[in-house]
């Protein structure tokens, strides 16, 4: 769950630090406040594209941190954590990001330093963003087979099939290698020896060949880095005529200007920042220049080693090089399974009966098991569909027609398995008469995709097998951004009962427009814009009650006027609350 919230120069918001609570949530405010402002800074937080341009103007960096409590019973988060050796203190972890007018970036989850995808990872455990930024876990089709997994409350099976499959799949191979004759055996065992010896002495590194090239690279061309450098030197700070003693010129001059002529002041004070940053790169730039210097013994260490390590490469880890792997983790990939190989070759000869006899009770098990979670997620399939398309009627989506398809898996025209079964699970939708069903990925609005959303957790809510307590797909906080678009009225008012019964179970965030939505909200934030010295500012802030009153009547007539606060007064003490 979200409870502290921290933005610092991102677009318009100067500062901003909230905490929340647990429940509904919705964000509202005039047209063009920021409530996007808001949610984009969620995004960039989850590992959502990161672009100088949301860099305040005038600031040289821009930070979004959050305090998030993680429940014990989300496992997946909580193991992501403890194999990368990162303590959750108190159940909670602390998210920061941070970017640079520069474009360099730094993550942080506690204070450890970690890479984008782990951040995306990571944050994809706790967080489901739907609408406009498109974080939408429901959009990747390994995820459907898990929301039918988790409605039909046969996860705990579905993992135990897993380890069974992986059993059978591990020994399969033992057996496989302890088949092969004494001599093949031999022969293989000393060249897998041969290789884990070489990989082993030579050492090799993650990112080496990469850093190695860029080395190389430099070395070759230091004459002309050389001449590019001296000519850049005599630009920036060497001579008379340089960018740094222009600018150290110009800006004596600006200040004797200025303090005849005030008006020159804000001139002034952007030519001072331009001429410290000046300063600020001439330094760097000649502390580069004073340590440049070429040495051809380097150069040729580098391009042994070079050569060395592509040697490995072709002999090792072309197949998973051309595939897209990385080079040298390819490389150390081979050593690993070499070694596991070499082992299993070594003590196969008197584990083959033994083996042949567990894999002939485990592919009786497999099978078993297999087709009980086949019959289980056909029966719960055909349930999911219809609530969920009946859901979806109530949600402004009355011809809609949505679908879990079960495809078996098959391979030479024989059921084949995976670790979670013999099945691949599809949603499918059709959203107006007379269409086909297609992928979920093919819905063009972000408000249909985000009322899709609303339903299958509104589905999987229901069912009898989700605990109290338990947060809804497993993530613990939901974010819709447009899920209002396009709607209106009674379906309004659904799409406000169905995110308030979610928010029992999850914390929900909902940007919206619409008053008889955000009158069912638990916790009330709003949105504003203001202008202040010549800057525009974007700040949010919990609502009191009296506040909430003013602002559902707005949100209702564009005023707070005596009818319209009347209007907001009936509505939320039909449907909502009267506090923030």
């Known amino acids: 769950m979200l409870e502290e919230l921290s933005i610092r120069n991102y677009a318009l918001i100067d500062s901003v630090n909230l905490s929340f609570r647990p429940g509904f949530n919705v964000l509202t405010g005039e047209t063009g406040a920021g409530k996007s402002i808001i949610v984009g800074s969620l995004s960039f937080l989850m590992g959502g594209k990161a672009d100088i341009d949301i860099i305040r103007s005038g600031c040289e960096d821009a930070s979004v941190s959050a305090v998030i409590s993680i429940k014990k019973n989300n496992t997946e988060a909580v193991n992501w954590l403890n194999t990368r050796d990162i303590e959750c203190e108190e159940e909670t972890v602390i998210l920061r990001r941070n970017i640079k007018t520069s474009g360099r970036s730094s993550i942080y989850i506690q204070n450890v330093p970690v890479t984008k995808q782990d951040l995306t990872d990571f944050t994809g455990l706790l967080f489901d963003l739907h609408g406009q930024h498109n974080h939408e876990s429901l959009l990747r089709r390994e995820n459907h087979r898990v929301y039918l997994d988790r409605f039909a409350g046969i996860e705990d099976e579905v993992q135990d099939f897993c380890k069974v499959f992986l059993d059978l799949s591990e020994k399969r191979k033992t057996l496989e290698a302890s088949l092969k004759s004494d001599r093949e055996r031999e022969e293989r065992i000393e060249l897998l020896q041969f290789a884990v010896d070489e990989i082993t002495k030579a050492n090799v590194h993650v990112g080496e060949i990469r850093e190695l090239e860029n080395e190389a690279q430099k070395l070759s061309d230091f004459?002309?880095?050389?001449?590019?450098?001296?000519?850049?030197?005599?630009?920036?700070?060497?001579?008379?005529?340089?960018?740094?003693?222009?600018?150290?010129?110009?800006?004596?001059a600006l200040d004797n200007a200025s303090s005849v002529d005030s008006s020159l002041g804000e001139i002034n004070r952007r030519f001072e920042n331009l001429y410290y940053e000046a300063e600020d790169i001439a330094g760097d730039f000649r502390s580069y220049r004073d340590n440049l210097t070429f040495d051809p013994q380097r150069l040729e260490e580098v391009n042994e080693r070079l050569v060395m390590l592509s040697k490995l490469k072709k002999k090792y880890a072309k197949n998973i090089v051309e595939q897209g792997g990385n080079e040298e983790e390819a490389i150390v990939l081979y050593k690993t399974q070499a070694e596991a190989e070499i082992e299993a070759l070594c003590g196969a000869e008197e584990n083959r009966e033994k083996l042949k006899a567990q894999i002939a009770g485990l592919e009786k098990d497999i099978v078993a098991r297999a087709q009980s979670l086949?019959?289980?997620?056909?029966?719960?399939?055909?349930?999911?569909?219809?609530?969920?398309?009946?859901?979806?009627?109530?949600?402004?989506?009355?011809?809609?027609?949505?679908?879990v398809n079960i495809i078996p898996k098959q391979q030479g025209g024989q059921t084949s398995f995976g670790p979670w079964g013999t099945d691949d699970v599809e949603f499918l939708i059709s959203a107006n008469t007379g269409e086909a069903l297609k992928d979920l990925a093919r819905i063009a609005s972000g408000g249909e995709l985000s009322r899709v959303m609303l339903a299958i957790k509104t589905a999987l809510l229901s069912e009898a097998q989700t605990a109290e307590g338990t947060p809804v797909q497993g993530v613990e906080t939901l974010v819709f951004d447009e899920i209002d678009a396009g709607i209106g009225g009674e379906v309004?008012?659904?799409?406000?009962?169905?995110?308030?019964?979610?928010?029992?179970?999850?914390?929900?965030?909902?940007?919206?427009?619409?008053?008889s939505i955000a009158v069912r909200a638990d916790n009330h934030f709003k949105?504003?814009?203001?202008?202040?010295?010549?800057?525009?500012?974007?700040?949010?802030?919990?609502?009191s009650a009296e506040g909430r009153r003013k602002e559902i009547a707005r949100m209702l007539a564009g005023d707070s006027g005596e009818a319209a606060l009347a209007h907001a007064d009936d509505l939320m003490l039909r449907y909502g609350k009267r506090s923030g």
């Open 223 to 252: 004459e002309k880095l050389a001449g590019f450098i001296h000519t850049a030197a005599g630009c920036i700070f060497d001579g008379e005529n340089s960018i740094l003693s222009l600018a150290r010129r110009a800006k004596g």
């Open 374 to 403: 086949r019959q289980k997620r056909l029966s719960s399939a055909e349930k999911l569909s219809q609530s969920i398309t009946g859901i979806l009627k109530h949600l402004g989506m009355p011809n809609a027609r949505y679908e």
């Open 492 to 515: 309004a008012l659904k799409v406000g009962e169905y995110l308030s019964k979610i928010g029992k179970k999850s914390q929900i965030f909902c940007v919206t427009h619409l008053a």
């Open 527 to 543: 949105v504003e814009k203001r202008t202040e010295g010549g800057r525009t500012y974007t700040g949010i802030g919990p609502l």
